[in-house]
């Protein structure tokens, strides 16, 4: 378990952006954290560590974005996933197959079925409005 | 009868034109490749390999589940696709029952098994004797234990086919049962497979219309469970 303290927005991308070195392709990273944590700064800059330069956004509604650079992200959003026959029709088991890296927003609705190796990181709020604390597990960065 | 069958259920896809049960073509993958690249390809190679035209397809034929969601719905839209423009009837048939044919050849009991992830597998359980298949059991979704356990009671030899094969085969109670895991090109479901179970249901009056074939999704058991982990006090 690794803590890594950002003071802004672009801290977050610029963390995001190293751990994006470390993946070797077909990676699951779950990101836990409540509304404005920080989890698509820390998404956009992970793309831009594997130079995707695609505008990376919440998939809110559309539940999963695919992105193409030194690997395929799929960035999920399951917020609004409730349950297990909700997670089937997102083709989520299927994307665990393709081979490509999965960066998931709100894990905490799935976590039951994260496979074991997830990459696992929670987002706190610090002290100031601005800071936000990055408590990773499965990689170093 | 000229049937055009296809998989594309799992990971692997095929395409198979057979003819009177004897297979003219039929075109197998199995890379990760999306088959919404593959299928299309693969068909019209068939077709083309043996010189035949679609309008030479008497019955459309499909693995139309259980399976992995998009695979499924590639698989059934595009059967769906082809018989709508020629106006012929369809098979849906079970993706369980058509892997069980690959071991035709065998005596015993075959257990055709599908990786639905979280040590939870599709499975069928099927009796197979002088070359005559005989369905035990429904279609349906359980733990890797529990079917273990009810594998107990079933005539042995036991032989494992399916993506979960070998899932199952290294799980230790499969290791009790001494189950049989098939050599890698019979391991998985073909169309020709497909195509076989498909003329059956024809026969039995079974085909239906472009319009009304449909996926099979069968219900997670994991679904009894939470997916989400809930924390202390909070409520449901």
Partial sequence: ?141 | MRILAIDSSATAASAALVEDGKVLGEFYINTRLTHSQTLMPMIDNVLGCTQSELSSVDLFAVSAGPGSFTGIRIGVASIKGLAMARNKPCVGVSTLEAMAYNLELTEGTICAVMDARCQQVYNAMFHISGGHLERITPDRALSIEDLAKECENYTKPLFLVGDGAKLCYNNQWFKNLKAVLPPEPLLYQRACGVAKEALTVYEQGGAVTPAALMPIYLRLPQAERELKKRLKGEKK
Wanted: net charge negative.
């Fill in chain 1, 1 to 141: 378990m690794q803590e890594i303290t950002t003071f802004s927005s672009v801290e977050t991308e610029s963390l995001g952006e190293r751990l994006a070195k470390q993946l070797k392709g077909g990676e699951v990273i779950a990101l836990f954290g409540g509304m404005g944590m920080g989890k698509t700064a820390f998404t956009r800059g992970l793309s831009r560590g594997l130079e995707i330069y695609d505008g990376v956004s919440s998939p809110t509604f559309a539940l999963v974005h695919e992105y193409h650079g030194k690997f395929t992200v799929y960035h999920f959003d399951m917020f609004r996933v409730t349950g297990w026959d909700d997670l089937y029709s997102t083709g989520f088991f299927d994307y665990l197959e393709s081979g490509g890296v999965l960066v998931i927003e709100w894990s905490e609705n799935i976590e039951n079925a994260l496979p074991e190796d997830a990459i696992r990181i929670e987002i706190q709020q610090g002290g100031n409005e601005n800071e936000r604390i990055f408590h990773i597990e499965g990689i170093e960065v």
